[in-house]
C-alpha cells in the first residue's frame, strides 16, 4: 500500500492507496510525530510521498526515513508523469501539480482544465498530451468576502449564501451576489474559452469550496473531492515502478 500526505497551510491530509484505490483518507488540523508514528503503524505502507507548502516538517519525516521502505518528498526537481512547461518550476506549488497529475490520472489523453477551489483558486490547464501548460490564480470564495471586511470600513463580513440573488437588495446580499456571481462568471468565462480553444476539453472541479459552485455552472463538469490525494498516488506510483501495480 502506498500513503501520500498532503500538508497544507491550515491542515494535513493524507491519503492510503492499495493497487491505485483510495481505500482511506484522513484530515488532521496539525501534523505531529506522534500522530505520524501512529499514522505509519497503523497503516505499513510501502512507499510513502510527502508534499508539503513548507519545510517545517520535514525533519518530522526524515527521522523515520530508516523506518519506511521507499520515502519521497515532492519538489520540482522530482520526475513527474506531466511534462511542465512552467518558467518557474521551483515556484509552482505541488497542490497544483498533484491536481493536474490526478486529473491526467482520471482523464487520460484529452485536453483538461482544472479548477481548485480553496482559499486561492487556481485554474491550470493541461494538454491531451499531458504538458502542464500553466494558469491563473485569483482569491478564493472566502478570502474575498475577508477582503472586502478587512480593507473597508464599514462592509460586513458575509459569509457563502446559496440563496443569494442576482442583484443584492441590501449591503448582505450585494456582498454575497457580487462575490459569488462574480465566481460563476469567472469560472463560465474560463470554460468558454477552452471549449472553443481546445474542442473536447474536459472542465474539472476540486477543493473546499467545489461542492457549492459545481451545479452552479453552465457546462457539464467533473467533481473530484480527492483529486490531490490522487495525483500524488500517482507520482508516486510514477516513482516506484518496483512497487507499481
Known amino acids: 500500500m502506498n500513503l501520500v500526505f498532503d500538508i497544507g497551510n491550515t491542515h494535513t491530509k493524507t491519503g492510503l492507496f492499495d493497487k491505485g484505490k483510495l481505500i482511506e483518507s484522513q484530515r488532521l488540523e496539525t501534523i505531529t510525530r506522534e500522530a505520524l508514528h501512529v499514522i505509519l503503524e497503523k497503516n505499513l505502507p510501502e512507499a510513502v510521498l510527502v508534499s508539503s507548502v513548507g519545510k517545517t516538517e520535514r525533519p518530522l519525516f526524515d527521522s523515520l526515513e530508516h523506518s519506511l521502505k521507499k520515502l519521497i518528498f515532492l519538489d520540482h526537481t ?16 505541488h497542490d497544483r501539480i498533484a491536481a493536474a497529475a490526478g486529473a491526467r490520472k482520471l482523464l487520460p489523453d484529452m485536453p483538461l482544465l482544472i479548477m481548485d477551489m480553496g482559499t486561492a483558486i487556481t485554474i491550470d490547464f493541461v494538454t491531451a498530451q499531458g504538458e502542464f501548460r500553466g494558469g491563473n490564480i485569483s ?8 477582503s472586502l471586511h478587512d480593507h473597508t470600513a ?53 477543493g473546499g469550496d467545489a461542492d457549492f459552485f459545481v ?7 467533473f467533481a473530484f473531492p480527492d483529486l490531490v490525494l490522487t495525483g500524488l498516488n500517482y507520482i508516486l506510483e510514477f516513482n516506484s515502478p518496483e512497487i507499481r501495480q
Open 78 to 93: 522530482l520526475p513527474l508523469p506531466l511534462k511542465i512547461s512552467y518558467a518557474t518550476p521551483d515556484t509552482l506549488g
Open 139 to 146: 482569491p478564493g470564495l472566502i478570502t474575498r468576502f475577508k
Open 154 to 206: 464599514r462592509l460586513p463580513l458575509v459569509r457563502k449564501n446559496t440563496n443569494f440573488p442576482e442583484f443584492g437588495m441590501d449591503t448582505q446580499t450585494a456582498i454575497a451576489a457580487g462575490v459569488q456571481q462574480g465566481i460563476i462568471f469567472e469560472l463560465n468565462g474560463y470554460m468558454q474559452l477552452f471549449e472553443g480553444r481546445y474542442p473536447g476539453c474536459r472542465f474539472v472541479i476540486t
Open 215 to 221: 451545479h452552479k455552472l453552465k457546462k457539464p463538469i
